[in-house]
């Protein structure tokens, strides 16, 4: 299986700030790498996927690069409605495995 | 625009299986995509337990893969999940989902099922 790890693990900003999220796989998943925002009593929305493709209605303060096996979700400008946990997710090859989440707080 | 709607029995004792079935409206079971199902824990995060797809074709988690049986009705656009044997390691938030290699060539899931909180207690 392949591996994700996320670093941090939280991560406590403040509004207005630029907040990078760091995702790294155990083995290269080329660009099959989404992102995920998670907020507490609400679904999963897709945020980034191949990487670094925005879907449509996502604002463009996030942003996503990397490929193989280092990734990066940085967001410019944190808003207070993007206080929420954040997760990576490879879709290179099954079993399809996420990383644990960042969590981030004012 | 494709929505998920998800329902099956939230208590469960150790040993009982678990059911749950997930709708999908405002587009067609019958695609490309492969229609999946993820589970939440606070212990081991997001878990990705297996898909099926229109015709049938699953792909399990090696993980639960002797515990799971997934099915699919084109009739009536839903697929199900079964879980047999379930332990107190199977309480979870139960999440359905879309993987769709056409929307995004990543593969990536979307959209989600509300989820459905299943406990597993004597």
């Known amino acids: 299986d392949i591996q994700m790890t996320q670093s941090p693990s939280s991560l406590s900003a403040s509004v207005g700030d630029r907040v990078s999220i760091t995702c790294r796989a155990s083995?290269?998943?080329?660009?099959?790498l989404n992102w995920y925002q998670h907020k507490p009593g609400s679904v999963p929305k897709l945020l980034i996927y191949?990487?670094?493709s925005l879907p449509g209605g996502v604002p463009s303060r996030f942003s996503g690069s990397g490929s193989g096996t280092d990734f990066t979700l940085t967001i410019s400008g944190l808003q207070p409605e993007d206080f929420a946990t954040y997760y990576c997710q490879q879709s290179y090859s099954s079993p399809f495995t996420f990383g644990p989440g960042t969590k981030t707080d004012i | 625009q494709v929505q998920l709607q998800q329902w099956g029995a939230g208590l469960l004792k150790p040993s009982e299986t678990l059911s749950l079935t997930c709708g999908v409206y405002?587009?067609?079971?019958?695609?490309?995509?492969?229609w999946t199902w993820i589970r939440q824990t606070p212990g081991r995060g997001l878990e990705w337990i297996g898909q099926?797809?229109?015709?049938?074709?699953?792909n399990y988690n090696p993980s639960l893969k002797s515990r799971i049986t997934m099915s699919v009705d084109t009739s009536k656009s839903q697929f199900s999940l079964k879980l047999t044997s379930v332990t107190a390691a199977d309480t979870a938030l139960y999440f359905c989902a879309r993987m769709s290699t056409t929307v995004t060539p990543s593969a990536s899931f979307d959209p989600w099922g509300p989820g459905t909180l299943v406990t597993v207690s004597s």
């Open positions: 099926i797809n229109y015709s049938g074709l699953t």
């Open positions: 191949s990487g670094s």
């Open positions: 405002g587009g067609s079971l019958i695609s490309y995509d492969w």
């Open positions: 083995q290269s998943v080329g660009d099959y």
